[in-house]
Nanobody, 124 residues
Framework: QVQLVESGGGLVQAGGSLRLSCAAS????????VSWFRQAPGKEREFVAG????????YYADSVKGRFTISRDNAKNTVYLQMNSLKSEDTAVYYC?????????????????WGQGTQVTVSS
């Protein structure tokens, strides 16, 4: 069983930066893939970025490539999402999700564990 807790959301001006954290409980978390998803009002939840257990395989949605960076510290059971050059369209609730798979997948239904979400609001 894995429990995920996101933090680091807030209000930021366009062009600014935020770093989200996803802290996990569970001894085997370091072997899980972890991804960030986001959901804007009235829209479906979408994949943002994902990382495999070692950090050697990383994937990003086209909309965030070059601006967001996902990383993990397995010793701290934490995954991060560094978000730079934020835009108003990045406004959403951001969720981290984890699964025992080896390969990062971008579809929601493949993830067994989810956090409660953290709000990111970018003002223009």
């Amino acid at each position: 069983q894995v429990q995920l807790v996101e933090s680091g959301g807030g209000l930021v001006q366009a062009g600014g930066s935020l770093r989200l954290s996803c802290a996990a409980s569970g001894r085997t978390f370091s072997s899980y893939i972890v991804s960030w998803f986001r959901q804007a009002p009235g829209k479906e939840r979408e994949f943002v970025a994902g990382i495999n257990w070692s950090g050697a395989s990383i994937y990003y949605a086209d909309s965030v490539k070059g601006r967001f960076t996902i990383s993990r510290d397995n010793a701290k059971n934490t995954v991060y999402l560094q978000m730079n050059s934020l835009k108003s369209e990045d406004t959403a609730v951001y969720y981290c999700a984890a699964d025992r798979r080896v390969v990062v997948v971008t579809t929601l239904r493949h993830y067994d564990y989810w956090g409660q979400g953290t709000q990111v609001t970018v003002s223009s």
